[in-house]
């Protein structure tokens, strides 16, 4: 059963940085899309990024250019390397991962549960104040 375990994230004024990880165990052998999905107060859940097993990404468009999501491999973690943060991306970061090649575009605008993915983490709160 593959368990995520996210950190970092906290409180930060706009235009200031921060990064989330999220690290995965029990992943099995075949692939694996892993990434972040949002929700603020109020709004519906979105997609942020998410980032296949062979590197490739997808992004929401609110944050192209200011988010990064990148993957080790070894550490079975991957990060959101935030920056620029604007107050409309105060919300709460939820890591998932879903089994699967070619999926960050799907999961992407994925709408669906949560429990119906392979597997979601508890969510890690980012607060930008001006």
């Known amino acids: 059963q593959v368990q995520l375990v996210e950190s970092g994230g906290g409180s930060v004024q706009a235009g200031g940085s921060l990064t989330l990880s999220c690290e995965a165990s029990?992943?099995?052998?075949?692939?694996?899309?892993m990434g972040w999905f949002r929700q603020a107060p109020g709004r519906e859940r979105e997609g942020v990024a998410f980032i296949d097993d062979d590197g490739t990404t997808s992004y929401g468009d609110s944050v192209k250019g200011r988010f990064t999501i990148s993957r080790d491999f070894a550490k079975n973690t991957v990060y959101l390397q935030m920056t620029n943060l604007e107050l409309e991306d105060t919300a709460m970061y939820t890591c998932?991962?879903?089994?699967?090649?070619?999926?960050?575009?799907?999961?992407?605008?994925?709408?669906?549960?949560?429990?119906?993915?392979?597997?979601w983490g508890r969510g890690r709160m980012v607060t930008v104040t001006s």
């Open positions: 029990g992943l099995p052998s075949w692939s694996y899309c």
């Open positions: 998932a991962a879903d089994p699967g090649t070619h999926r960050s575009n799907y999961l992407l605008h994925y709408s669906a549960r949560l429990s119906a993915l392979d597997a």
